[in-house]
């Protein structure tokens, strides 16, 4: 009887502690979304001047690149607080699926692109494997773009540099696997049952090491709601040689959907019918096709890169009126076309076969015929993933599909206004900084070495275009190229240019 009595007593208290966490959770839960709404409003009055301030800017380059790290940081931060409110909805169970049929494979290469410069710098392997290149499933964009985003994140933060991060998709008749692999520092036996809780966060993720951030402990909550709400279901396993793997399964057809759960109209985002909406009567876009670049010497050239053939010829007439356009229906053909075309621009989708976005990104930068061509990424993926990442392989501007018309017509002008007003800055100003006027590093470096050269033969009465290609360590063309795409200026001006300057 006292046996009993103890059990009994035992089992009160821990009941008690359970309702005093659950009760903890709810006010800490409360007290996030109070202050979530307070930290709105200051975050929508700085984003409001600061997108005046790039609409109308025309400084330099350098100061650019830094408002636009600040737009990124700001919606970023705003898009943390909405995915708390979302969180709160979640937990509260008052979020709706949202789901249409689509490739789940594509979707998921798109978020897996986005950490690929990240993997790179750490040294990590980093795959994606897919059983097939197209597996079809019920799916709420928005919601699950979170799941991966979450567990492809978690995976880079536990895996030390130089470890191997794996994704894999396949299926059976029922369902759609997708794991998350990592050969980080694994989750231990007593722990790995907690994992999925709210404001769980595994004490010293096995090794105290200091490089591992700490994280909120709402992440992997989230993550169970998102799936559970797809009526499916997450796992983790450790991994005998080391890590963990997450893998996320989703049931195949629509049976254990309701009708309230599927959207009726949903439009994939390379849709045409959703730009053509967006068209005045007058403007109706004929769907010719023009040859190749039919150049006009008084017009800005753009190279679309796009593999969905009908999107593509939908771009190139929208922009024909104002510009020489040139089209590549993959990155190979694309990378091709820009060495020998040497566009003013390039406008890229990011999923394509052959060579993806971003890799093309990372190539006209790294090249240095084209490494001053402007870049902007098309992506589906509405998220902030590509905001950071796209930046950092060297995109200069991202738009996500569908796009607006207008906002995509002024997002090609300014951008190419942006490099135009650099050069005329050259001509216009006796003292300038490269990297006031360059678009990349790479270009940055050269042209500080190209000042540094004249510079240092300006009393020199031998100093001759064969002279500066020889110290320059470029070819005859290739300069002529450069200086033209930096400063507007033949290499001849360009040498008058400095020496007036310096007189």
């Known amino acids: 009887m006292k046996s009993k009595a103890r059990l009994k007593q035992k089992l009160e208290l821990e009941y008690l502690e359970t309702q005093r966490i659950e009760e903890n959770n709810k006010l800490k839960l409360d007290f996030f979304t109070n202050i979530s709404h307070e930290f709105r409003t200051p975050l929508t009055l700085i984003l409001g001047p600061l997108q ?12 650019y690149k830094k408002l636009l790290v600040i737009e990124g940081s700001a919606n970023h931060l705003l898009s943390l607080i909405n995915r708390l409110m979302d969180f709160r909805k979640l937990e509260n169970h008052q979020v709706t699926l949202e789901s249409a049929n689509g490739n789940i494979v594509k979707f998921t290469k798109e978020i897996f692109l986005s950490f690929i410069e990240y993997a790179k710098d750490g040294g990590y392997d980093y795959t994606f494997e897919a059983e097939n290149e197209e597996m079809l499933v019920y799916f709420d964009r928005y919601k699950l773009e979170r799941v991966f985003y979450n567990l492809i994140s978690n995976a880079f933060r536990y895996t030390p540099k130089g470890g191997s991060i794996n994704i894999k998709i396949n299926q059976d008749q029922q369902h759609l696997f997708i794991a998350v692999e990592d050969s980080g520092v694994g989750i231990s036996e007593e722990h790995i049952d ?29 993550v169970k709601n998102i799936v559970e709400l797809h009526k499916g279901k997450i796992d983790v396993t450790n991994k005998p040689t080391g890590g963990v793997i997450f893998k996320v399964t989703l ?29 005045e009567s007058s403007e109706i876009i004929e769907n010719e096709d023009i040859e190749d670049l039919i150049v006009n010497e008084e017009k800005q050239t753009i190279l679309i890169v796009e593999d969905h053939k009908v999107l593509r010829k ?14 590549a229906e993959n ?32 190539k006209i930068k790294e090249n240095l015929k084209t490494s001053h061509i402007p870049v902007i990424l098309l992506t589906s993926r509405s998220s902030l993933v590509y905001k950071f990442e796209g930046l950092e392989s060297g995109a200069d501007d991202y738009i996500s599909k569908p796009f607006n018309l207008m906002e995509f017509k002024l997002r090609v002008k300014n951008l190419l206004n942006t490099t135009e007003r650099l050069r005329i800055k050259f001509s216009s100003e006796d003292s300038f900084i490269p990297s006031e006027i360059t678009v990349s590093s790479l270009d940055e470096e050269l042209l500080k070495k190209a000042f540094k050269i004249v510079e240092e033969n300006i009393s020199n009465e031998q100093f001759d275009i064969p002279f500066f290609c020889t110290e320059l360590g470029v070819s005859r063309t290739m300069l002529f190229l450069k200086i033209k795409a930096w400063t507007n200026c033949t290499p001849n001006e360009f040498i008058h240019e400095i020496r007036l300057k310096r007189a």
């Not at 402990?217 to 989230?222: E, M, R, T």
């Not at 254990?256 to 994939?268: A, G, P, V, Y």
């Not at 820009?338 to 621009?345: D, G, Q, R, S, Y």
């Open 52 to 63: 005046q301030i790039l609409a109308d800017y025309n400084g330099t380059n350098e100061m």
């Open 194 to 222: 907690k994992i999925f809780d709210l404001f769980f966060e595994v004490p010293t993720h096995n090794q105290v090491q200091k490089n591992y951030n700490k994280g909120t402990g709402i992440g992997l909550s989230i």
């Open 251 to 279: 049931p195949l057809g629509r049976e254990h959907l309701l009708d309230n759960e599927i959207i009726s109209d949903f439009k994939i985002s390379d849709d045409i019918e959703q730009y053509n909406a967006q068209l």
């Open 314 to 327: 939908f771009m190139k007439n929208l922009l024909k009126k104002d510009y020489n356009i040139i089209e």
């Open 331 to 362: 990155g190979k053909i694309a990378l091709e076309k820009a060495l020998k075309f040497v566009p003013n621009l390039i406008i890229s989708d990011v999923i394509m076969p052959e060579m993806v976005g971003t890799e093309l990104c990372s």
